[in-house]
């Protein structure tokens, strides 16, 4: 399974952009989709998580602020964030992240990530 990772930039403080992520390869049973991000020097931590039911998870920080979407129709495999009101602190590295069931077996994939940055 391979996830690329688009919409990523340079964008002022109070803006907004959309990543995008497209799957691809076989894939079994999608339990869930998102986003994680990476600032220099930090860990890597959840942004956004929606489940095969529909359900979403957000951070703290992003809350109000950032929506998490996806698309699993038979011709395509997406998950999508909108980010609003941007601000500096959401400067990072993007990575989309999708996890796979099939029975017992369990596989996380990870795209290559998009640079988002926000100028003050």
């Known amino acids: 399974v391979q996830l690329v990772e688009s919409g990523g930039g340079l964008v002022q403080a109070g803006g907004s952009l959309r990543l995008s992520c497209a799957a691809s390869?076989?894939?079994?049973?999608?339990?869930?989709m998102g986003w994680y991000r990476q600032a220099p020097g930090k860990q890597r931590e959840l942004v956004a998580t929606?489940?095969?039911?529909?359900?979403?998870?957000?951070a703290d920080s992003v809350k109000g602020r950032f929506t998490v979407s996806a698309d699993n129709s038979k011709n395509a495999v997406a998950v999508y964030l909108q980010m609003n009101s941007l601000k500096s602190e959401d400067t990072a590295v993007y990575y989309c992240?999708?996890?796979?069931?099939?029975?017992?077996?369990?596989?996380?994939?990870w795209g290559q990530g998009t640079q988002v940055t926000v100028s003050s």
């Open positions: 390869g076989r894939i079994f049973g999608i339990r869930a």
């Open positions: 929606i489940t095969s039911d529909g359900s979403k998870t957000y």
């Open positions: 992240t999708l996890r796979d069931e099939r029975g017992s077996v369990v596989r996380d994939f």
